[in-house]
């Protein structure tokens, strides 16, 4: 049973940092699986964050290009976001996503439960 966990998540002001990090279990083979972070904010579709691929290449969305790093510890299978720089409007629900398609963008079929990231004064 693979199940997927978020952690990190909370409050921070603007400006601030915050460590989203992705804990994997039951995932066959996680080194040979893109992982990626997604978000959804309120009335929002759920979108791409940063994506990362079993080669170590790095996407991410240009509103946060400069400011998150994603990266994957294959070892322990978990994946972190480190976000710098918060603003408002990365205020959303962080999910966590295995086994996509990194070169195209789309999600693989496990989620995480999702952790909230706050940013506000």
């Known amino acids: 049973q693979v199940q997927v966990v978020e952690s990190g998540g909370g409050l921070a002001q603007p400006g601030g940092s915050l460590t989203l990090s992705c804990a994997t279990s039951g995932i066959i083979r996680f080194s040979f699986n893109a992982m990626a972070w997604y978000r959804q904010a309120p009335g929002k579709q759920r979108e791409l964050v940063a994506g990362i691929s079993m080669g170590q290449d790095t996407d991410y969305t240009d509103s946060v290009k400069g400011r998150f790093t994603i990266s994957r510890d294959n070892a322990k299978k978990t994946v972190t976001l480190q976000m710098n720089g918060l603003r408002p409007e990365d205020t959303a629900v962080y999910f966590c996503?295995?086994?996509?398609?990194?070169?195209?963008?789309?999600?693989?079929?496990?989620w995480g439960q999702g952790t909230q990231v706050t940013v506000s004064s």
């Open positions: 996503n295995a086994g996509g398609q990194f070169r195209w963008r789309l999600p693989g079929k496990y």
